[in-house]
């Protein structure tokens, strides 16, 4: 068995087609959508990723607001900022890009945002609303993956589901949103007791620990489904995943591809939450 490829690329640009003609039409009403990304720092990954954010708002026909700051800025002035982001109506999606320099609590930078235009799900309003199982913004990543899986018709309920990691960003949010679809999940980690055995036994696992290639095709159950969400620099310079995707592939059914895979997805999710937002901002 060799896996079919999942194309989160693909699949991003048809989402973000309709993303796009739905954004024309509430500009017609006079509303146009808008996220501000505020950056600390010279980064250069988080440089990249604000690159492309931007771009994307742009192609999507989103207006877009850039911030950077030097990385020894006072925390007051970037909050300043926020708060004043907060109460621009014009505004309908507010980022802080992470990591932020040392001199920053982020928990109170992302907490400092309105839970209205946390369009990252990052806010603890919106992370406890997903718990409840009730409409928020949801984290984009997480989401991500469930709009791939959707789109691939996946069967989700009754499926057994392995999450690696537990991340407030991507592995708790992913757990909870699979618990939502009917999956039965269990959540590994750094101290989990025999992991391998646990992702034996998953129809779905999704891998979001920062390890390369360390999900390995000995670790997966024959027709699985992996999604790999990790994103690692190798010594040579090249991306790879927290899978070994070339001996995952010879035994999984279906696997995403790092570069390529969840990725797209995740930038196409907070346009999705921004989008959200402004048409919000309407029926006000």
Partial sequence: MTARILDGKAIAERVREDIAQKAAALSQQGVQPCLAVILVGSDPASAVYVRNKVAACEKAGFRSLKFEYPAETEPALVLAKVAELNADTSVHGILVQLPLPPQ??????????????????FHAENFGMLLQGRESFY???PWGVMRMLQEENVKIEG?????????????KPMAVMLLSKGA???VCHSKTKDLAGH????????????RPK?????????????????????PDGKLCGDVDSASAKEVASLITPVP??????TITMLLA????????STAK
């Fill in 104 to 121: 920053f609590d982020e928990d109170a930078v992302l907490e400092a945002i309105s839970p209205a235009k946390d369009v990252d799900g």
């Fill in 273 to 280: 939450n921004t989008l959200l937002s402004a048409q919000r």
């Fill in 199 to 210: 992702v034996r036994r998953a129809d779905i696992v999704v891998a979001a620990v920062g």
């Fill in 260 to 265: 390529g895979g969840v990725g797209p997805m």
């Fill in 159 to 171: 499926a057994d589901a392995v999450v690696i990691g537990r991340s407030n960003i991507v592995g």
């Fill in 139 to 141: 984290p984009c990543t």
């Fill in 214 to 234: 360390f999900v390995t095709g000995d670790m997966i159950k024959p027709g699985a489904i992996v999604i790999d969400v990790g994103v690692n620099r190798l």
């Fill in 184 to 186: 039965t999940v269990t």
